[in-house]
């Protein structure tokens, strides 16, 4: 057994057990998996467990996988829970981490590998069918593939950057002037009784937003009300 991979399968439990989540094989598994795409992204295909990933069993999948799991728990690097299923009688484990002390691989692993594990077990970490939903049909190696196929890992790339909305900045004058102007539509319709449920959206209600949006036009506060079945200009 390779004691980095050990080290990979502890890694990924203990940061299951910090939020309070228990893996099932399943989701240990597919970690396993995010862990090498993460790494397959930085290092030209290169994955950290080696292993020869197929497309089987709810997507990605290797039986060297699971053996590493059953591997760590005989060395008590981890521990299984057993539990009875409701639909078979073949024997069912939950696996957390229940040592104090953080698992070695939690200071060697490079940072684009770290990053996007934590944000995929924060995410995941206690839903499968989410977790299925994200490697089957978001990961690059899952692409154009047939079951029984292995993954080409080389196909691995980082996803594009999410482009950055610009918020624009308002001065203090024009924050200040907008909570003037919304201030005076709320005291041009405060005495009005609506009969029937609706919103009053007047000329100076939009002339304050354009103000707010740089349009600086002047404030009028008039407008239209439905008072007790009238309609009666407000001045």
């Given amino acids: 057994m390779n004691a ?13 057990t ?16 995010l862990a090498d795409l993460y790494n397959a992204r930085r290092n030209k295909g290169r994955t950290l467990t080696g292993w020869p990933w ?15 799991i059953d591997e760590a728990v005989n060395r008590g690097m981890i521990e299984a829970i057993s539990y009875e299923s409701r639909f078979d009688d073949e024997p069912h484990f939950l696996y957390k981490y229940e040592s ?25 970490g206690g839903d499968t069918f989410a977790l299925l939903d994200h490697v089957y049909f978001e990961t690059e190696p899952m692409k154009n593939v047939h ?4 993954l080409d890992f080389t196909s691995a790339k980082e996803p594009e950057p999410h482009e950055e909305i610009q918020v624009k900045r308002l001065s203090r004058r024009k924050i200040k ?35 707010l949006n740089d349009e600086g036009l002047e404030l009028k506060v008039e407008g239209k009300a439905k008072i007790e079945d009238s309609v009666e200009e407000l001045d």
């Fill in 54 to 68: 197929k497309f089987v069993h709810y997507g990605p999948f290797c039986v060297e996988a699971l053996k590493e």
């Fill in 177 to 211: 002037k907008g909570k003037e102007l919304i201030e005076r539509i709320k005291e041009s319709q405060k005495e009005c009784f609506v009969a029937e449920p609706e919103q009053i959206y007047d000329e100076s209600y939009f002339e304050a937003l354009n103000y």
């Fill in 4 to 16: 980095n991979i050990l080290e990979l399968v502890q890694y990924i439990t203990w940061l299951a």
């Fill in 18 to 33: 910090e939020r309070e989540e228990v893996l099932s094989p399943i989701r240990l598994v597919k970690f396993l998996y």
């Fill in 147 to 150: 079951p029984g196929d292995t």
């Fill in 100 to 124: 104090e002390q953080d698992p070695t691989m939690a200071s060697t692993l490079p940072i684009y590998v770290i990053g996007p594990l934590q944000g995929a077990i924060k995410k995941w």
